[in-house]
């Protein structure tokens, strides 16, 4: 079935579910109810608010009407006619006021009509393969000053056999949901009173740490400089920066001194502050400043998800200030550090795409071509494929988007390296050339991971809860099998402490068996099983979460094992 | 001279200021000139705004009227005759109004009078030696909303010789003041888009990880497990704590869907929530959360100073949760902790006070005695000297605190130590005790370096700007004679970057004294000063900053020292 079909088939069935909603709640006033990628939704507004139980119902008398096979008719009609239909609905008469022409479509079915473009199947029997997925909150025109309404949603599959694969890909989507295994393994929770605000708990705390940490070696590897810029900083600053004008609406402010106040929403202002503290010579250039910035934006509620989609988060930001013939040699870098981080995250899958001048821009002709060169050179210099996005640059600037595939097929942007022209005329930022003149820097806006937090989530989905040995926040888990082996783990314990990896002792009187089902549970990626052979032998047995066993290691072996698994 | 003495000089210098400021500007409204402990100030209205040019006008007039040596006569008026005399200045009649009694004060010199309670030198000859030092603004009844005024302040001493010692000190504060330091070295700015809020350059946030590095690696060590909480919480939730009732005015304060939010002034509420995450068993007590929690605290910005007093600070929180009976022993490892901590830092003078039950207080009279007990019996444990400050506790518990004093003899308040009846009771948090009963924890709140950015100015200036190697942005410096060791100098600034040291290459073509001149400009603690002697021999010559030379180190010997020092 091709693309298009699938759509006609989504959007038949939104009407199929509008019908039965109309049929069972007649209050009900019906908005739109389009196609998604996932399946459709139907945004309502019943005369009381739907449960997830009339779901069942609603999905019941679906199947009725699929039984009658009522025949799906298009016709066109005045928009008076129209507006007499729809008199108690504002929202259709929004819609009816402003489609172009002076007829409307509509489409019929048994005693059902709905205001609509057209492109159905040809009657409810066609529609066999669906199910409702649940209902959400949503906005007329997803604007929250409007009225707010309910989202009932679902998807439709031309087969059978599709909507049960669908069915179980949602499935192990959920059993591997962060926000299920973040609760699970106590990494981290959302509490009442802060919606969108995450609470890393100590062993989530740990893996921020090491993603981190991470970052800071390849960075000082790279000779980067970090730097920190405070969280608020004045209205005047943002509008400057244009984030005022341009994103107001996502930023948190505040007052001080009767002075408006910003909650940073990102941290590019602060860099250009501390570029701008002094004057600049081109020896220093490039100048790479790095900051592990934390951030706030503002989400509707509806939209947070775990920590996919948060009110504040961390990015790993970082601002090179270089010349213009620099461009390409830092461009190529940086690939060169995101392919080092998607590989240690054992991403396989990963896709470039550079998108180029749009219709308006700032810069010269020049500048653009350049700067285009310098991308696109370095992303033949790295010998991947890359795909072209023609005109999807910023106005400032061409970027390239990096999009990682995970293990379960979803695709996720994470990386973004940003050219920008514009934010150093704008702050005045410029550099002493070799010729002893002032000159403007160029500024490349590099994020590897994006968001710590959603590239958190995405792990620990990617990995299904399995973290890699050096992201683990517990590493190792010592067992014994009888009290007469504690002396023996105490001793290994504090061995593997002072070697500075992450165990923890279990030496409780539990059976052997439900300590390792307790570890397993807790994702720990080694086990070491101590019986009375290891004792003798001064070894230890080596239990892998994928069940994987190996007998009579050394301690000093195992020592070097783990320590080669947690380099950074 | 007594204490009393100097303040009744400092007093009468006060009146001898505001006697020449009405001679040289008429119209100016007097408020009050109290002495303080470092000199005193007037607080006045002038019709123009003084500048800091005047003065030297008003202190040459000062020296004018001390030469006619003016009796100082002490008066009582009726309330009604004052109300006259002052009838064009609202500041006086608001303190006469609310004197007690019929009559006020008066001290007459010569033409001037001014209202006052008494305690003066008996003539104007008597006070020959102040310095004016400065003007600022101020509020009246230092409150925002009132009148704003300006602040002449200055000092005095009965001899020549304190007034000089004074003054060097002075120069010595100036001189190592590190605002000044900060700026000289790049460490940190701050920025007219963010007043009161630091901008850490590169160096200075090197120091900023050094010290979240060694607390992390204590807190390790004594099992803490550290947590990241949320800036921004509902304001329902600092109701709860009582932070909204009690702190408001210093809290900064935005909106999120109509609902208010409050800017973290502190980290305490996150770690309840944590807590309060999931049940929590005796078994996992003491549980120890510690954050290095970035907090938002409004101040005026009069009294803003560096990074001594800033509007957001992080602090090295953490909340202990424990039982009762675990107390002392939690607190003598806090003090443990501190010590190391102080000792790192070279603070030699340590002094501790005990403050014990005030009046109000909630609790019982066992669990008073119990904390109280706990924490001098820590204290004694301790084996150090410590003060006890009766009833200076706070309403919810028994506190430590911990003051150290530096190089040039200023005493900071940077540790506490303190116990908390109230918040498990007011969040609601327990543990199942081994008898299956539900049981409040006891909360410890400790912070050793306090504010980070406080500690950071603190360390600054108790080590004149040349922090200790560990704590050294810059740890060693390359230095090449002549182009003849450039190879050589490369290869031992590699081997150095290797072994994780910060090092920075200087072969340029500058003479070496020059070259050594700027890294003690840099305040680096090693220069290694590399001729061809060196490159024959394989070694290197090591020059402190103390200006102590050693030739002929092996580079593996050097090695080994700067690992030893740069141990956490």
Redesign the interface.
């Known amino acids: 079935m091709s693309n298009n079909d699938l759509k006609v088939l989504r959007h038949s069935a939104a009407h199929l579910a509008a019908q039965a909603i109309m049929e069972l709640f007649p209050g009900t006033l019906l908005t739109i109810g389009p196609a998604t990628e996932e399946g459709f939704f139907y945004d309502i507004l019943p005369e009381k608010n739907l449960k997830e139980e009339d779901l069942m119902a609603i999905e019941q008398r679906m199947k009725e009407l699929v039984e009658k096979n009522y025949a799906i008719e298009h016709k066109e009609i005045s928009k008076d006619e129209a507006r007499k239909m729809y008199e108690g609905n504002p929202f259709k008469l929004e819609l009816i006021n402003e489609l172009p022409g002076d007829t409307v479509g509509l489409s019929v079915q048994g005693e059902f009509k709905d205001l609509c473009r057209g492109g159905h199947v040809e009657s409810t029997g066609g529609i066999k393969h669906f199910k409702l997925l649940g209902i959400s909150g949503s906005y007329w025109r997803a604007d ?1 000053s409007n009225q707010a309404l309910q989202r009932i949603h679902g998807t439709a599959f031309p087969t059978a056999k599709e909507l049960r694969a669908y069915e179980k890909r949602q499935e192990e989507l959920q059993k591997y949901d962060h926000r299920k295994l973040g609760r699970q393994l ?1 990494y981290f ?1 959302f ?4 919606a969108g ?6 062993k ?3 893996i ?2 090491n993603l981190v940490s991470y970052m800071r070696k390849l960075q000082n590897e790279y000779g980067y ?10 209205a ?2 943002w509008k400057r920066s244009g984030h005022y004008d341009y994103y107001k609406e996502n930023m ?6 009767d002075e408006q ?1 910003a ?1 940073k929403p990102m941290n590019c ?2 860099a250009y ?2 570029y701008g ?2 004057p600049r010579s081109y020896r220093e250039l490039p100048l790479k ?1 790095a900051e592990f910035g ?1 951030v ?1 934006r ?1 989400e509707l ?1 509806g939209v947070l998800h775990g920590l996919l989609r948060v ?2 988060f961390t990015i790993d930001d970082t601002h090179i200030f270089c010349m213009l013939n620099q461009l390409e040699a830092e461009i190529l870098k940086i690939l060169e550090i995101a392919f080092r981080v998607y590989k240690k995250c054992d991403f396989e899958n990963i896709s470039l795409a550079l998108s180029t001048r749009p219709e308006k821009s700032m810069g010269t002709d020049k500048e653009w071509e350049k700067a285009t060169a310098a991308l696109e050179n370095a992303l033949k210099a790295c010998g991947r494929p890359y795909t072209l996005q023609e005109g999807e640059g910023a106005f400032y600037g061409p970027k390239i988007e990096i999009v990682s595939k995970d293990a379960m097929g979803r695709e996720w942007q994470t990386g973004t390296v940003q050219v920008d022209f514009f934010q150093a005329e704008n702050f005045d930022l410029n550099y002493i050339s070799s010729e002893g003149k002032k000159e403007r820097p160029v500024i490349i806006h590099q994020a590897i991971y994006g968001s710590l937090e959603r590239f958190f989530a995405i792990l620990l989905e990617h990995y299904k809860g399995h973290l890699p040995f050096w992201l683990a926040p517990e590493q190792v888990r010592v067992l014994t099998i009888t009290d007469d082996q504690k002396e023996y783990a105490q001793k290994i314990y504090e061995r593997l402490r002072q070697e500075g990896l992450r165990v923890v002792l279990d030496t409780g009187s539990d059976k052997i068996s439900s300590k390792i089902k307790s570890a397993q549970l807790a994702k720990v990626p080694w086990m070491l099983v101590l019986g009375n052979k290891e004792v003798d032998a001064g070894t230890v047995s080596l239990r892998l979460s994928s069940g994987k066993q190996e007998f009579g290691i050394s301690v000093d072996e195992l020592v070097k094992r783990a320590q080669e698994l947690n380099q950074l």
């Open positions: 929250k106590d929770s509490q009442e009173a802060a605000f995450p609470f890393f708990h100590p989530g705390k740990i921020l740490k400089k970090e730097v920190q810029t405070p969280t608020i900083l004045d005047e600053l948190y402010f505040s007052e001080i001194d106040f909650i202002p602060g502050l501390i503290s002094r400043l934390h706030h503002y509620s009110r504040a």
